[in-house]
């Protein structure tokens, strides 16, 4: 395709680290569906007749038949997807073939390509996101007012209600969402037609081939046109902020199915055994994600390392964008997937929840506000009171709702009976209906609005 200059072929190395057809055949859907929009121009505008321009565009359709059947015989030679598809379309029409590249380069051509694949994988992403989010939401409606406990450093900290911890990761999934939609916004602009690097003088329509091909526009600044690959890199920022979510929950999840916890059952289905103990149910898929997202993580700072040194416009540097990409997206939605499938199927187990959320002294922080409320205490001596209750509570290995008034009178003489009432774990939840906050009422306000936006 460019040997005119050239007296000696490539060293057998050379076409080894020059080669990419071995992953961009990826591209090939994309790449003949950039090259038809071409075509179409070019005919249009004047450049190529009507009868190249119809040859041509079967011509494409037969290449993608023979890719898509698996008959297409790729050539390491020829480089590319973008090579490779063009010499195949020289066999079939012949000459109308050759002229196909004119007011082109591979420059735009690959990062049109390239761009199509990586707008497909966001709406990829956005259903399997979606998807996930409405198992998380159902699982909040169904358990608005199961009380568990909430943690901070692990530890008890105060109950909070099951549905609200869900509704808590279909927050999270929301903004990943709207970053997806975000950085999909910015990326659809059409490079093609931007040529090698300076444009063209040949009188193409930039407009048509950017419409297309579903883009908004085409892309403003020919030099940035072919330099660009931030479309890439959002899309990896935004895959690795959710990957991180998804690696929360997935941590989540393997403590929860545990046996000291007991929170939840995964079903069968997203469970695995042990070979040799019986008794095993495993949480593979949630270690498995958990541990396969660093690849996006890795996918992303090698991407904006390959890009920081480069000079505009074009380097075959650039060429190293596709593996990363690839590999991220087919792990970001493998897990998105996972997940959905895994919180949609799992049994949340209500009881061992209540039983734990009781445990650890979780309402403390209910007497202490109580002491505040009914008392007048300063907080910072109602908490100094609390921490002398449950140091008392735990010498005698019960929970602050087992000591006796007397027991509490010992520690401050105005303590009565009402006291009882903000210590049981559903009063604690039931309390708490400041805006955004755990109490039942306000986990159901939370969950139908998301429902409304999600359907
Ligand atoms: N295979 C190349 C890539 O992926 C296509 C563009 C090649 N352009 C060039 N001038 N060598 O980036």
């Known amino acids: 395709m460019w040997g005119g200059r050239f007296a000696e072929g490539p060293d057998a190395i050379m076409e080894a680290i020059n080669a990419s057809i071995g992953f961009d055949r990826r591209l090939a859907p994309q790449d003949i569906a950039g090259s038809r929009a071409h075509a179409a121009m070019l005919a249009a505008t004047g450049i190529l007749s009507y009868s190249d321009a119809e040859m041509i565009r079967e011509g494409l359709l037969t290449v993608l038949s023979e890719i898509e059947t698996g008959s297409f015989a790729f050539s390491t030679a020829l480089e590319d997807i973008h090579m490779n598809v063009e010499a195949r379309l020289t066999e079939i029409i012949g000459d109308p073939a050759k002229r196909l590249h004119t007011g082109r380069s591979r ?34 409606e169904a358990g608005a007012d199961w009380v568990m406990p909430g943690f901070t450093h692990l530890q008890t900290a105060q109950p909070v209600t099951w549905g609200h911890h869900m509704m808590a990761y279909v927050e999270m999934f929301g903004r990943d969402l709207s970053r997806l939609r975000d950085a999909r916004t910015r990326m659809n602009e059409c490079p093609l037609g931007a040529a090698a690097l300076a444009g063209t003088s040949f009188p193409i329509d930039r407009q048509m081939t950017a419409e297309a091909l579903g883009f908004a526009a085409p892309c403003a600044n ?28 997935a941590e989540e999840l393997v403590i929860w199915s545990s046996a000291q916890f007991r929170f939840v059952r995964l079903s069968d289905r997203w469970s695995t055994g042990s070979s040799i103990m019986p008794q095993k149910r495993n949480p593979d898929a949630a270690e498995l994600l958990r ?82 409320r009914a008392l007048g205490l300063p907080f910072r001596e109602a908490h100094h009171v609390t921490g002398a209750l449950v140091a008392m509570a735990e010498a005698k290995a019960c929970d602050l709702a087992d000591l006796t008034l007397a027991d509490m009178q010992d520690v401050h003489d105005a303590i009565t009976e009402d006291v009882f009432g903000v210590l049981t774990v559903d009063a604690s939840v039931a309390s708490r209906v400041s805006y955004g906050g755990t109490a039942p009422k306000e986990v159901r306000r939370q969950a139908a609005r998301w429902r409304e936006v999600l359907g």
Request: net charge negative; charged share 25%.
């Open 107 to 140: 420059n735009d051509q690959v990062a049109t390509d390239f761009r199509l694949w990586v707008r497909e994988q966001c709406d990829m992403a956005e259903d399997a996101l979606l998807a996930l989010m409405r198992a998380c939401l159902d699982q909040a």
């Open 222 to 249: 020919s030099l940035d046109a072919v330099s660009d690959r931030d479309f890439a890199l959002e899309y990896l920022a935004v895959a690795s902020i959710s990957a991180m979510h998804l690696s929360r929950l």
């Open 291 to 372: 541990a396969k997202l660093g690849r996006i993580f890795g996918a992303n700072v090698a991407l904006m390392t390959v890009m920081k040194g480069l000079p505009l416009a074009y380097s075959k540097d650039m060429q190293e964008d596709k593996e990363q990409v690839f590999d991220a997206a087919d792990n970001w939605l493998l897990a998105l997937r996972a997940m959905g499938g895994m919180v949609a199927d799992m049994t949340a187990n209500r009881d061992a929840l209540r039983a734990a959320a009781a445990s650890g002294f979780s309402t403390a922080t209910d007497l202490a506000d109580w002491l505040v």
